[in-house]
T-cell receptor, first 116, second 111 residues
Framework: EADIYQTPRYLVIGTGKKITLECSQT?????MYWYQQDPGMELHLIHY???????EKGDLSSESTVSRIRTEHFPLTLESARPSHTSQYLC???????????????FGSGTQLSVL | GQSLEQPSEVTAVEGAIVQINCTYQ??????LSWYQQHDGGAPTFLSY??LDGLEETGRFSSFLSRSDSYGYLLLQELQMKDSASYFC????????????WGAGTKLIIKP
């Protein structure tokens, strides 16, 4: 059973606020990800990490930052929230990727962010 | 860039069989995955194909044809709880092994 947790579940904030979305996993996975998903749409990769002190940018990374100080923790920070950031943010982790077995991602329940 | 195509919506009857197709651009392809997502929920992993052929897991099966750049998810003995969105996702070597996701297929099941 997957154990990956995101807080808060819902967040409503005003424009210009700095926010941090929390994500923690207890599976000891090295790889972690942040995705953004609008209703009925595909997932877009924001940031990912191969392990402690490793962070990489995805397609939508320009307005956010991440850190990976501990294996289990991968927070996402928006320095200045805008209405265009309104979306669902999904955190995920995976054990490994090998071509033979692929990469099985475990997702958290998501944070639904609304920026007014 | 790379892209995937899957139907936006499929409708089927409870107890029937439904197939959800996924086509992708080639170039450094290394595997096709399927995920299920219920409304308001998080995606959950269903299956993975690296080689041509059929992979079966209970009522769900997934197929891949690398030569046709095509795969599908087959759901048998449909149940109302199978109503969800189904996403195909592909890993490409030139995307640093990160997954590229399709837009999802909403499966509507009627009694």
């Amino acid at each position: 059973e997957a154990d990956i947790y995101q807080t808060p579940r819902y967040l409503v904030i005003g424009t210009g606020k700095k926010i941090t979305l929390e994500c923690s996993q207890t599976m000891g996975h090295d790889k972690m990800y942040w995705y953004q998903q609008d209703p009925g749409m595909e997932l877009h990769l924001i940031h990912y990490s191969y392990g402690v002190n490793s962070t990489e940018k995805g397609d939508l990374s320009s307005e956010s930052t991440v850190s990976r100080i501990r294996t289990e923790h991968f927070p996402l920070t928006l320095e200045s929230a805008r209405p265009s950031h309104t979306s669902q943010y999904l955190c995920a982790s995976s054990e490994s990727h090998r071509m033979s077995v692929g990469e099985k991602l475990f997702f958290g329940s998501g944070t639904q962010l609304s920026v007014l | 860039g790379q892209s995937l195509e899957q139907p936006s919506e499929v409708t089927a009857v409870e107890g029937a069989i439904v197939q959800i197709n996924c086509t992708y651009q080639t170039s450094g392809f290394y595997g096709l995955s399927w995920y299920q997502q219920h409304d308001g929920g998080a995606p959950t992993f269903l299956s993975y194909n690296a080689l041509d052929g059929l992979e079966e897991t209970g009522r769900f099966s997934s197929f891949l044809s690398r030569s046709d750049s095509y795969g599908y998810l087959l759901l048998q003995e449909l149940q109302m709880k199978d109503s969800a969105s189904y996403f195909c996702a592909v890993g490409w070597m030139d995307s640093n092994y990160q997954l590229i996701w399709g837009a999802g297929t909403k499966l509507i099941i009627k009694p």
